[in-house]
């Protein structure tokens, strides 16, 4: 059984339709990546299954289970993580106190501080900076914050939203590095990413929207070789 | 951050069509209802209608705070919590420069001005304390102001409670007495008509004083100062400085960095509304021809900002519904609500609830007790069910509809601060 | 590059400029200068400086140590207001439009402070105000055109599509005839497509005659359009130079741009 399965999913915003039938499933331990320009709907997709926002018609099943219509809040509980784009932390609260309500639901302490200690690893510049409140921390460091935060929440699905916007280019390899590690240890990863050709690189499939329909699908390889994916999406 | 598709032209033109149409629906209404009114109030009462009708004037006092408080809270977002102390102001300007109140104060001489010169005092005196208060207070956030506003609102009627008989340096305001026998205004000519139940002829010079007519003209005055704010507000609000204030309102970082400079335009706006308040209050003065500083405790600055959020923060027209809706609930559905209960308890055969027994006084002292819990349940009613006000903005009505359903637009001031 | 033909003219000049909070020193000791209509970038890891310097240059911070020249004015410590007044606009890294206002509207707010009208013009809607109101939407409209997005002039600043409100916001920016204009990070979150059409659209804002300073990651960008970087880590200043140079130091390759780069 699939992990995650949309079905003929419509969405809109106010009368404006932002979804068109969107139908995709992710099965256990992938990384599928959503290609796209802005606007195409790969976030309106995102918020659908995070509950942000509810879909007209159609269905989002997790492990065959329901979920659309559920509040966000539920969503989280069974295993969902949404990482925004656009760096939503915690701006009066320190850097630590913002990772550990990311491990907010969970209850195994030694496992938690260990994952504190990887995100400092991956992170120095935070570890520089755990004492200081999130709204204080430049954009890339609050960036590199929500992405750490999701670490430590060790969800069953991570909907990662542009993580490498706004980073440095020394960082940005280390970004799909920690995508690969947090995919390693069981997390299946949904990804948006303008950088499609990087997000291609580290997925295992990948779907392609225009104008909020599911235009082109396929694996990872296939869809970086294609020559419509490469003139639209990857500025070759 | 969501992106959704770009709205469609056509649409969004239809409904601002909508919008503006039902803003002139309630002017149509609202100016019907004011050339009725007086004729209502005579067929109503059987020809004794003067009292409707002088409450009617009262209410447009209300309308006229509610607009001014509007340009504060709807407009620039400042939240004032004393705009009775400039009500205040104003009311004293009058009555101390038109009443031979001074003649007992340190001046030893009176003064009687005309009111349509003291109306245009007690804005600038109204408008200069706004300034005074807001030039310090307007640099911080804006918590703050409230906080400095609630103070100057319960200072401000203290301050003219003490200037009188025995303060240190003087007679000045009366005390606890107040300000009695105001001069009523004189208008240079007032047109009667078929309203009065007479042929329409130019009375010339017409006099506020003369019983008979006087609720009449306080009434028409009201209407006339009223409508001059709607223009004078309306012309603002779609001017270059309403524009500054709506941004001003949504991110001041990036209005300063477009050249606006915001602790100048939140001072105007603070000091504008202030300057209605003096307005209304000097007309208030003239109509009661007495002032007291009781009648401008924290309750009428509360009234206010109930009628402006109530109405529908940001909007002219919805304002002004506000402020007649809060006027009529507080000063006749409450003030009734006793009477009524008793005579509904007679009617289905409960009159023994009027009687008063030990741990009982009567049911009319009972419900008069209740009298701010039904007002408190009246606006938890109203504001559950119309949680963005009556008739709001339009910008107004989007915020709220939006902000729940997709979280409010991420705020990232502290990250930039 | 010189402005009347004889002297080197500077545009801005950052002077030994230093910005402490508390114990965290941001900017340290960062001195530059920015000639007359150049496309001058200024990149560096996250958490530089780059936005703080930014924000210093335009009146957000007053700077600990040091002062900003203006064309040749010192405008340490100026209110924001002030120094968007004399000529210096910008763009923030997160867009921050007027999100409940029109696109026109928010381009109309950037013409403010170019605005003459007086609170009496305001209240009685006096001719004079009436034909600046008339005169400015058309500069406003012109200025959607130029940056491509009129046909959405009447739609709400958040509705707008991403790309689009990133041009809305350059904008309104140029609706206070600025001399310099300071974008951050303007090619954030854009696809390739739209990098180039970014790229044509500052060039053009030069080719008006406006110097142009600007934050990016986007090597490609930087690259491409700029004439002189500065290269910001931990708030100090560790190279400056053009294109070529800066981007084979070997300090910014092991500090901002990695091997791969």
Redesign the interface.
Known sequence: MALLELQGVDTY????Q?LHQISMTIDEGEIVTLIG???AGK??TL?TISG??HPAKGHVRLRGKEISGLPPDRIVTLGIDHA?????IF??MTVRDNLFLGAYSRNDGPAIRADQERVFQLFP?LRE?RQ?IG??????????LAIGRAMMSRPKLLLLD?PS???????V?TIFQVIRDINKQGTTILLIE?N?AKALQVANRGYVLE??RVVKEGTAKALLESPDVQR????I | MSRPLPRNDRAMRWAMGTFKDRNRTIYTLLVIGVLLWPSIADVTTGGSGNHLVSTAADAGIYVLLAIGLNVVVGFAGLLDLGYAAFFAIGAYTYGLLASGQLSGSPLHHEFHLPFWVLILVAMFVAAAFGAILGAPTLRLRGDYLAIVTLGFGEIVPRVFRFLGAGSPIGNWTGGVNGISAIDSPHLPAFISGPWFGTSIQVVSPFDFSDSNWAPMDYYWLIILLVAICIVLVTNLYNSRLGRAWMAVREDEVAAAASGINTVAIKLLAFSIGASFAGFAGCYYGAKLSLVSSENFEFIVSVSILIMVVLGGMGNIPGVIVGALTIYIVQFFVLTNLPDYAVALSNLVGLGFLNQSSPGWVGLHDEVQRLNYIVFGLILVVVMLLRPQGLFPSRIREQELEKGTAEEAVFDVREATD | MTEDGTTPATILDVDHVTKRFGGLTAIDDVSFSIRTGEIFALIGPNGAGKTTLFNTITGLYKPTAGMIRFRQRDITGLKPYKIADLGIARTFQQIRLFSYMSALDNVRIGEHPRMHAKLWDALFKTRYARREEARVTERANQLLDFVGIRPQAHNYARNLPYGSQRRLEIARALAGDPKLLLLDEPAAGANPQEKRELMELVERIRAQGITVLLIEHDMKVVMGISERIVVLDYGEKIAEGKPQEVRTDPRVIEAYLGKSA
């Open positions: 915003y106010g009368r404006v932002a320009s802005n606007g976030t309106t918020r942000l926002t925004p784009e656009g760096r939503r701006h009066r510049r900076r200081q709204g204080t921390l430049s954009g890339g460091e609050q960036q590199m542009e916007l706004g980073l440095a280019p020394i960082l390899d303008q499609a104008t909020g639209a999406y990857l500025g």
